[in-house]
């Protein structure tokens, strides 16, 4: 698309860009169905751009996006994750660690410390790291009277704070290319720059910290989590109804898969790479140890990948979403209008919020974040601002923004891994999360007038 129809299409819709984000926050708390209130505010960016011919156009978006590159690949990981995570369960290898953690989460604090520890350790890929810690620490939360609610927010955000400070994960050879791409640094020095960039990461280590803090006990739940606990203390928790103690399984069967996830990622550079191989490897460990016949290894693959299609309809409407808002003019629109107002100490603090905010209401972390570097390091080059800093700054945003999208990708899949709603993560969540967001802002903004 040219600058000459980018401007006209903003000067055309300007702040209106913003009511199809305004019609789905609205509509999900008012339906509780994220993936329906996507589509109606997809529908309503249709009408806006088509008017009463917006049916044909639209459906065009959705060929757009289900013909994708990108849309068959998370179909295909998030299917295939599905899949895993039922033959952890069958084989009994997710109640065998939760048998070990058992024995090590005693009480509510080492419970939560456990869950927060297994989503560091599991640092490769921000998905698997959110399954393996629901999936794994689910009834071990609800022995202690822990909201699942609880589970999701600290699967959530443990996962991609790792991910995004780790140069070898998904998430860090990603902002590696951006980095070069916008010209901060040459490509022979990318992961030199990023690790240079590490401690300008406010927002990922403050969560990390603020999860941790917050499994221990040292910050108090508050908010609608503290009525969640409530909830789960009256025995309201959510139950899967499976007896723990009726099911048996060896740890091993769990743990050696995920390593082995992990292991072909970091070597290859492709989780869905490792996730395939994850599920021959599952056959041939599973199958002689006579957990499962041949046929029901197949069903479980089958129902395993079923169960995320409530997932891939989340993830789908996003996508749809992103697609309109961007015709919208929606990013470019918030961007430029926010370009007059970022004075050189003001900018990385003003970064981390504008990016932040956008990802949000488009549900499209990685997108944002390729279309900020280009946009706003220039500016902090013309500025003379720290390139650095201000690249920390947009980097943060993202893993800041997969976090509070509560129908976005990230959360979606923790709350298919506790079994919760997308809702009820928003309305827990968020005010957590509120705690790293503003000890960000205001790093960014002292950071700004020290060495910006």
Partial sequence: MTEEKVGERMEHYGILSLLPVAVVIVLVFVTRRTAASLLAGAVVGAV????????KPLIDVVYGVMGSELWIWLVLVCGFFGSLVALFEASGGIFGFTSIASRICTNEKRTLFGAWLLGVIVFIDDWLSILSVGAAMRKATDRFGIPREMLAFLSNCTASSVCVIVPIS??????????VSAGVCPAEEGVATFLQT????????????CGFLFSVGVLPKFGPMKKAYALARQGDSLEDGTNEEEKKGKALNFLVPVLLVTGITVVTGEILYGTLACLVFCALLYLPQRLMTMNQYLDHVVSGFKDM???LMIVTSAFILRDINSLLGMPEYVIGAAKAAMAPALLPAAAFLLVTALGVAAGNFWGI???SFPVIIPIAQALGGNLLLTAGAIISATAAASHLCFFGSEATLACSATQIENVRYAQTATPLLMVPVVLSALLYLGAGFLIG
């Fill in 48 to 55: 806006m751009l088509h008017g009463k011919g917006f049916a």
């Fill in 170 to 179: 998904t998430w860090g050879v990603f902002m590696v290319s951006q980095l």
């Fill in 198 to 209: 590490l401690p300008m990461m406010f927002y990922p280590l403050m969560t990390l910290l």
């Fill in 309 to 311: 299609i409530g997932v």
């Fill in 369 to 371: 974040c390729a279309i």
